[in-house]
């Protein structure tokens, strides 16, 4: 056998090394936008690509004030606004929320949804609860990775159509620490795990980060079987690509903004929520809750925040009953 040249060795290795990559690459879930016409059942939202979302509504109790879509974060689905939810409807709001691609019920769970994928579901349900209830003003809530969602849903120019009209849009530990947001080396080490291992898991444990102070909460969590707690990393990588993306459109967001956020966040650090907040075209209400963690509407404070919620949306003129929007 006749040698390869130094040169030659190393172009082949250079090649089966670019083959590797491409068969190790993250998977995402196929989106096949427009191929039929979204529309909302009874308990779920079916997809412009037929894929069916297992949906909750909670109606408001007595006369309905205004309709709050809520967008789950990483690794949660719709049942994480129970509470608050159930609380809302009794302050006159009707709350909706999916379980979004790759989470809780939804198809191919675990599996990377895709950012234009998950912005395009926002815009469709928004889109065809304009109709259902004409008349009502409607608001679009994010919560961590949702909030992510909800800023590319209202702000993609890639989007065929424009985005549907909301009243305002509420961002709870709004998740946007990604791409030019997030440290290079960072970003590095993410993007090499998710191209040489991604069905590889993590479980976040060793981080010793704390989400929340209400430990009976985050135990029942732990013992729900559609929360993830096993996540490919090709599913983090992900997710860091949409917070990127939205980071970098927040400039593009126009409706009225509430933004909500925890000043023991262990999750999502201060920085680029305070960047974002800068890159705004118009400056949002901010709320900093000195008592508040990561899981907002969750923790042992939660209905402080509800409140506030409830009350921006009756009047966002009026100052916030808790006072933290003062701060």
């Not at 006749?2 to 090394?17: D, E, G, M, S, W």
């Not at 424009?162 to 009243?167: G, I, Q, S």
């Not at 305002?168 to 080490?189: E, Q």
């Not at 126009?254 to 680029?272: Q, R, W």
């Amino acid at each position: 056998m006749i040698p390869l040249p130094a040169q030659h060795r190393t172009f082949a290795a250079f090649v089966c090394c670019l083959v590797l990559l491409g068969a190790c690459a993250p998977r995402v879930q196929e989106f096949q936008p427009g191929l039929m016409a979204a529309k909302i059942k009874t308990d779920s939202f079916v997809t412009e690509d037929g894929k069916p979302l297992p949906l909750k509504s909670w109606p408001a109790k007595g006369e309905a004030r205004a309709v709050l879509v809520a967008l789950h974060g990483f690794n949660m689905y719709s049942r994480y606004f129970d509470d608050p939810a159930r609380w809302w409807a009794g302050r006159g709001i009707t709350t909706y929320a999916y379980d979004q691609r790759g989470f809780g019920a939804a198809p191919e769970a675990r599996i990377w949804g895709g950012a234009e994928a998950m912005a395009a579901d926002a815009r469709a349900f928004l889109a065809l609860l304009g109709p259902r209830h004409a008349g009502l003003p409607i608001y679009l809530l994010g919560d961590s990775m949702g909030a992510a969602v909800a800023v590319l849903a209202m702000t993609s120019a890639a989007a065929p159509e424009p985005a549907p009209k909301v009243a305002g849009i509420i961002l709870v530990a709004p998740g946007l620490w990604g791409g030019s947001s997030m440290h290079p080396i960072l970003r590095f080490g993410l993007w090499l795990s998710a191209h040489t291992m991604p069905w590889n898991t993590a479980t976040g444990r060793g981080l010793k980060r704390q989400a929340s102070d209400n430990i009976p909460m985050l135990r029942a969590l732990g013992r729900d079987p559609l929360v993830i707690r096993h996540t490919r990393i090709d599913a983090v990588y992900g997710v860091t690509q949409l917070m990127g993306q939205a980071y970098d459109a927040a400039p593009g967001l126009k409706p009225p903004a509430l933004v909500l956020y925890g000043e023991k966040d262990e999750i999502v650090p201060a920085a680029p929520v305070r960047k974002t907040i800068k890159r705004l075209p118009r400056a949002p209400d901010f709320s900093l809750y000195p008592d508040g963690w990561h899981m907002l509407l969750r923790d042992l404070q939660a209905k402080v925040v509800w409140n506030d919620i409830a009350a921006w949306i009756q009047d966002p003129t009026a100052p916030l009953p808790s006072g933290a929007q003062a701060r």
